[in-house]
């Protein structure tokens, strides 16, 4: 069983058998016996590696016996491995030769935090959301069939995952086609699962061999010449095994269920895989793992350790002591949630998985009753504040932006065309950082701004959020505040739930010649510049509906515009300000700054937004330019 550490090493470990085992073919050249020393290495070589990068933890030290068991038993990458999500893919990149590059990982040009097929031949398929590998995997298997080529396909995906309503379309599709793959369920909560032990591994070694496969076909054979029996024969089975283990679900799906067996035991992982391998349609196999197996820490405490922070050196000198950073929005979304359900009966909280990272845990704890974490499955999110709303509650979705985008079709016709009191705490706005483009907030102010009746508001800093939250649930109809990750310009925060006058922007400082209409936290960016500039700089708060007449009066006293957004320029709220103008027959000089029509990729927020100049120097270097061009 494997060692359990209880610090992170600083200095790189020893790994004789991981260091010829750097690939998937070195790795099948290691003898069996080997794995479980092989297992060690990689555990302690996975706590150092993060240890100098950050980056996600426990999910990787949960799934190392099932990566080397993966590798070691199919012939990837011909055979096709499909992670979920990818926070738990460390481990995979060490043993497909990127061990020496996980010193890069999430930084600028270094390695991805998640897997990506432009990265290597091994990450089959790119993801960072959850719950697509059972399709991304059942889609190979259908290609492989046509392409008459024999390769497997398999795909591993978490209990938390399976939650996902888009898992259980691809379950049942894969039965409809009768596609030869494997799901693995890595079960690390368990959340579905009885205990694990001798019998039920025992079970699931008997249940995969090729011999109860074959005794089970030639029983088919021979009892469907008899009226009835087979379907009597086949439904015992079925609840025989269902008396045994917690498959039945699987089974009426059409899979062939096994275990669930204990997903640190190297020889029964291997074996049963081995067994699996070569049957045929669609192979359910439930593995129990605990997250953050093997470092104490993270075994006690899987929420806390799911990510860490890269740890410095112990010989690192003192730096000076920062300066008082702001509290984070998404704290400043939590304290508003419990004041104003305090305040307001009718409010309910609604998050898909995401109570720790959207700041809901005061909120879930004062007023559980009202608190409704749906897992995993942001449409089902959306409607159901729809349905409360229909009621006459006044659901609160907290969500992040990118999983937002999952649930379009849910906002635009379950709640927008009904024009249903919801509103919207839209987290991680804009560029997130390390996580990369698949967790960037890139497109919500595009798709947002063009749905009929939306409000949709940006605030520059955390008192602004407050006011906002409290504009937008008060709103008749549908609301949405769109705020980033990390913390604000520590401003002074009214405790008041007062909220703002719809459409309304703000003259922050009067200058001339250029404007500076920003939409969101590039504010405190815009003043600075606008020193040197002499411009004026205008906080527009709302992107729809847009504060027409002040935009109207800019116009006529500014000779060039710029709008300045954390988001896609491409439809975003620069763009509502020159299709304004434009209806108004008013031709005026405009420049839009945001996110540009690439996807930025993973490195330091600051040197993302630095990359894309929406920092102080890439703003003034953008309008000094323009300025230059029309000779102001």
């Not at 102010?445 to 906002?468: A, H, Q, W, Y």
């Not at 896609?568 to 405009?590: D, Q, R, T």
Request: proline share 5%; with cysteine.
């Amino acid at each position: 069983m494997p060692t359990t550490f209880q610090e992170i090493p600083r200095e790189r470990p020893v790994t004789p058998l991981l260091d010829r085992a750097d690939t998937p073919a070195g790795l099948r050249r290691l003898a069996e016996a080997d794995l479980e020393k092989l297992a060690d290495e990689l555990r302690q070589e996975l706590l150092y590696s993060v240890g100098q990068t950050g980056g996600h933890f426990g999910a990787g030290l949960g799934v190392i016996e099932l990566t080397i068991a993966l590798h070691y038993v199919f012939d990837t990458p011909d055979d096709r491995l499909v992670w979920d999500v990818g926070h738990q893919a460390y481990p995979h990149k060490i043993l497909t030769g990127r061990r020496e590059r996980m010193h890069s990982l999430r930084q600028k040009d270094g390695l991805a935090a998640f897997p990506r097929r432009v990265e290597s031949e091994y990450d089959t398929f790119g993801v960072g959301h959850s719950s697509t590998s059972i399709s991304a995997a059942l889609g190979m298997a259908i290609a492989a069939r046509l392409q008459n080529q024999a390769r497997k396909s398999i795909a591993v995906i978490g209990d938390g995952a399976l939650t996902a309503g888009m898992a259980f379309e691809a379950l049942n599709h894969a039965q409809e086609v009768n596609a030869d793959m494997l799901v693995i369920l890595n079960d690390n909560d368990m959340s579905i699962s009885r205990n694990v032990g001798g019998l039920s591994n025992y079970l699931a070694k008997i249940l995969s061999s090729r011999t109860y496969a074959s005794m089970r076909e030639g029983s088919k054979k021979v009892l469907s010449r008899l009226p009835g029996a087979w379907e009597i024969a086949r439904r015992t089975e079925e609840y025989a095994k269902g008396m045994l283990v917690p498959g039945t679900l699987f089974e009426e799906l059409g899979w062939n269920y096994i275990g669930p067996i204990d997903g640190h035991d190297l020889p029964t992982l291997i074996a049963t895989l081995r067994n699996m391998r070569d049957l045929k349609g669609p192979q359910f196999l439930h593995v129990v793992t605990k997250k953050g197996k093997g470092f104490a820490p993270a075994e006690v405490d899987p929420i806390g350790y799911h990510a860490i922070t890269k740890l410095e050196p112990l010989d690192a000198p003192a730096t000076a002591p920062k300066k008082a950073a702001g509290p984070k929005y998404s704290a400043v979304f939590g304290q508003w949630l419990c004041d104003m359900a305090a305040a307001d009966q009718r409010l309910v909280g609604i998050t898909p998985a995401m109570k720790e990272g959207s700041d809901l845990v005061a909120f879930s704890e004062r007023y559980p009753e009202r608190y409704f974490d749906v897992a995993i499955a942001e449409q089902h999110a959306v409607t159901l504040a729809a349905g409360m709303a229909c009621e006459g509650a006044k659901p609160v979705v907290a969500i992040y932006s990118t999983f937002l985008q999952r649930a379009y079709d849910q906002l635009i016709h379950d709640v927008a065309v009904q024009n249903l009191d919801v509103l919207f705490a839209i987290d991680r706005a804009g560029l997130v950082g390390e996580d990369g483009p698949t967790h960037a907030g890139s497109f919500d102010l595009s798709f947002l701004r063009c749905i009929p009746g939306m409000l949709v508001m940006t605030p520059s800093d955390e008192n602004e959020l407050r006011k906002m939250l409290s504009t937008g649930h008060l709103y008749n109809g549908p609301a949405a505040v769109r705020y980033p990750r990390g913390s604000g310009p520590n401003a002074t925060i009214d405790g008041d739930l007062e909220p703002l006058e719809i459409g309304k922007g703000v003259i922050r400082r009067q200058g001339s010649k250029v404007a500076l209409l920003v939409f969101g936290v590039q504010l405190a960016e815009a003043l600075k510049v606008a020193e040197n500039l002499d411009a004026t700089v205008v906080d527009m708060r709302f992107v729809k509906p847009l504060d027409e007449a002040l935009v109207r009066e800019l116009a006529g006293s500014h000779d060039l515009l710029v709008t300045i957004e954390e988001n896609a320029i491409m439809g975003g709220a620069g763009s509502a300000v020159s299709e304004f103008l434009s209806a108004e027959g008013v031709l005026k000089p405009m420049l839009h700054l945001g996110l540009p029509d690439v996807y930025v990729e993973h490195a330091k927020p600051a040197q993302m937004l630095a990359e894309c100049g929406l920092d102080a120097a890439g703003i003034e270097a953008s309008v000094r330019q323009r300025s230059q061009l029309l000779g102001l």
